[in-house]
């Protein structure tokens, strides 16, 4: 749908050469990881902030109610910016995607009381290394990649029910098995969502609010595939502090 609708929009304004097509693409592209750099650096300084804080920390990860009312804070508002993004202005898009980044930090800040924060750096610049071969592939590829993203929509469907079970059941192999999957999936996520971004960006509207918001909605997704990736990936080969 989206190429169609990219092609009949081509012809309403004229044809563009094949390299004006890739030159406007690579630049919205650029645009879309630049936004997810700043977002992943303020998780993770925001994370590392309040990892160093006792109070923070007591305030955030000790009090239930407020640690459970960010988990769910941060779901509501992926969920509104996906759903009412065309309607936002693209600074307040840029806004609460920030604002999502920052709250993500304040939960993901517990990884540095479970993980030596010396294989946390190592694990990201691995979960890094892996992105971006995946992302280049998601990128350059001719293959079409929608029967590999769907597969690993339903594996994720799938991951999730089985990260639920596992909540009660506490079973070992059910962890490592969903620790594998969940690599697969979001190795394969990566790839699919970087083509589909790639895809979905309208030709021929650099520099407006659309363009914008299509960057910060590209932005989010592989943000999001980013940090999963590397939360599997630290359960594989983060080394747990003895404490």
Partial sequence: ??????????????????????????SFMNKVYMWMAAALTLTGLTAMYVSSSVPLLKL?????????????????????????????????????????AFVNGLTLSVVFLVYTASSIASTFF???????IMSAYGYFTKA?????GNLCFMLLIGLIIASIFNIFMASSTIY?????????VFVGLTAYDTQRIKE????GNEG?????????????????????LFLYMLRLFGDRRNN
């Fill in 1 to 26: 749908m989206d190429q169609q609708f990219n092609y009949f929009q081509q012809q309403a304004r004229g044809p563009m050469s094949a390299s004006a097509i890739a030159a406007e693409q690579l």
């Fill in 200 to 203: 979905m960006n309208v030709i």
């Fill in 126 to 132: 691995l979960t890094a290394a892996t992105f971006a």
């Fill in 144 to 148: 079409d990649l929608t029967s590999l």
């Fill in 60 to 100: 955030i990860l000790l009090n239930k109610p407020i640690f459970f009312g960010l988990l769910i804070g941060e779901l509501a508002l992926v969920w509104y910016l996906s759903a009412r993004v065309d309607k936002m202005t693209a600074t307040g898009a840029t806004s609460m995607f920030f604002l999502y």
């Fill in 176 to 184: 490592w098995v969903t620790t594998y999957l969940g690599i697969f």
């Fill in 208 to 228: 407006t609010e659309e363009d914008q918001k299509e960057a910060i909605m590209g932005a989010l997704i592989l943000y999001l595939d980013f940090i999963n």
